[in-house]
């Protein structure tokens, strides 16, 4: 019972990780651009719908309407002022070190922008699915909005997946990473992919915000340890591979809860860094970090 | 087979040139690469671009696709070409099969090929059952059993015919070539020129750009020469 127990709740974990692991790696796939900022979008998403509910008393479908609007306006003004001027201009910035900071400073303006508008206290987005955990065959239980966060996981991964292995927009989504010019040889639009992938990611980022803050609660700092864990889970998928990133984020996971129940619960997540770090050491190729680091 | 629409150029007429260079100029901040050039090329021939390396073959032939910008006119089948648009051409019908490919290494050598095809449809069923989608699969029957092989790990002769095959999936009315046999064996050149040859007979209009003229005029009407920015006719 207590094993089933911990594999469900590191489950509900684990898909987190692994849905910010997809974003990261889908969007590396095409920008080659780290996003640091995916999980700072999870949060505003979060903490807008719980500001527009609580405080301005709003209906629960129209704040999540209008705080993914506001999330994929802002995502698409970044793209414009942002990435343009800094990618596509006559002084085009290149190279990992570079452009990971255009990330790293938005996430930083997200987190003191969310400091002001939403304060320092821990809020969450109102439950979705309200009422008591439910079991599992009879054995482990799960929360409801742990079912929604595992269900959002299996529809945007298997969305992912399918869009890259079955359209040509996929595949032409893949080649303006793997190859800009090649991509705009064949006449497509790497900046309209860039801002499109984005954008997604960040609704994306913000609709699982809403989702899952009901479990762990939000505050205006809570985006950059869920972009580090997204951002680990990818980096196993040499941050190419998002079938790969949502495997490892969900292993994360699983390992997480385990280490929890069975080893140390205050010192659970220093062994899995621990395991983390050995194993990056032990086969970095077989793990991706090989192309993560050469691209 | 479905194919992409293929009918006549709007505005072509048969004294239409199929591609119109005038007065076009390209520079890398102060150094002028190409020097007003101007030249023509009929629907149907095939020309080469000839000269020493570093003479600016490769700029002329990037200001025309529009990958680099320029100072002025292209026009493809007599519609003038945007500035610096290198998709209005793909979509236009001149489609350049690039100096060191550009494939996308990670991806497959069928995904490589089938995505020449993105200039004229969004869909990935119309492609692979498409017209020129399978005149590219037939040019090279021997790439068939590497088509699920990442292009990354092909070797440069297969790299160079999956870059054909990508170039002919667009259906092109114009295919511009630089440097098709830059590093690759004797016997590969030659496999590489045959395809060519078939691509011209087959009605398109061909580009060739080769350093030495000899092997490119096996299969070109007539030649443009290159040398210090500076384009000329022998």
């Not at chain 2, 440097?179 to 691509?199: K, N, Q």
Request: some cysteine; glycine content about 12%; overall charge positive.
């Amino acid at each position: 019972m207590k094993f089933g127990n911990l594999v469900l709740a590191g489950l509900v974990t684990g898909s987190i990780y692994a849905v910010f692991a997809v974003c990261v790696s889908v969007w590396y796939r095409v920008s080659n651009i780290l996003n640091l900022a995916v999980g700072d979008f999870a949060m505003l998403g979060a903490l807008g719908v719980d500001n527009l509910v609580r405080v301005r008393n709003w209906p629960l479908p129209a704040a999540i309407l209008t705080t993914l609007a506001v999330v994929a306006a802002f995502g698409y003004v970044y793209d414009r002022v942002v990435l343009r001027l800094a990618l596509d201009g006559r002084r085009a910035q290149e190279g990992i070190v570079v452009t990971f900071f255009f990330t790293f400073a938005l996430s930083f303006f997200i987190d003191g922008v969310a400091k002001v508008l939403f304060g320092t206290d821990v809020h969450a987005a109102p439950a979705l699915w309200n009422g008591s955990s439910l079991t599992v065959l009879g054995g482990p239980h799960i929360e409801r909005a742990g079912v929604l966060v595992l269900a959002c996981a299996l529809i945007i991964g298997s969305a992912f997946w399918l869009y890259i292995r079955y359209t040509l927009g996929g595949k032409a989504m893949e080649a303006c990473g793997e190859n800009a010019l090649g991509a705009r040889i064949a006449g497509i639009d790497t900046r309209r992919y860039r801002w499109l992938i984005f954008v997604g990611t960040a609704v994306i980022a913000a609709v699982f915000g809403i989702v899952e803050s009901p479990i762990t609660g939000y505050t205006y700092l809570s985006g950059a340890t869920i972009s580090l864990t997204g951002f680990i889970a990818a980096a196993y998928g040499g941050f190419r591979k998002p079938g790969r990133a949502l495997l490892a984020g969900l292993a994360i996971g699983i390992l997480e809860a385990l280490l929890g129940g069975y080893v140390s619960a205050e010192y659970g997540d220093t062994v899995l860094y621990a395991i983390l770090a050995t194993l990056v050491l032990a086969w970095p190729r077989a793990l991706g970090f090989s192309s993560a680091v050469s691209g | 087979m479905t194919g992409p629409m293929t009918g006549p150029m709007t505005g072509a007429t048969p004294a239409t040139p199929a591609l119109a260079v005038r007065s076009m100029s390209v520079a890398y901040g102060a150094m002028v690469a190409v020097h007003d050039a101007t030249f023509s090329i009929a629907p149907g021939e095939a020309c080469a671009i000839t000269g020493p390396n570093g003479n600016g073959k490769s700029s002329l032939l990037m200001g025309i696709a529009g990958l680099v910008r320029r100072r002025g006119g292209v026009e493809i089948f007599g519609v003038p070409a945007p500035n610096g648009d290198v998709r209005w051409a793909a979509r236009r019908g001149l489609t350049l099969v690039p100096e060191r490919r550009q494939l996308y290494p990670g991806l497959s050598a069928v995904d490589n090929i089938v995505l020449g095809c993105y200039c004229w449809t969004s869909s990935l069923r119309k492609a692979r059952a498409s017209r020129p989608f399978g005149l590219a699969l037939e040019l090279f029957p021997e790439i068939r059993p590497h088509l699920r092989q990442p292009a990354g790990t092909l070797s440069g002769g297969q790299q160079q015919m999956v870059a054909i095959m990508r170039g002919l999936a667009s259906d092109p009315k114009i295919l511009a070539v630089d440097e098709p046999c830059l590093g690759l064996a004797e016997a590969m050149s030659r496999r590489v020129y045959d395809a060519l040859a078939r691509i011209h007979e087959a009605g398109t209009t061909l580009i060739v750009v080769e350093e030495a003229p000899k092997r490119a005029l096996t299969i070109c009407d007539r030649r443009v020469e290159v040398r210090n920015g500076v384009v000329g006719t022998p």
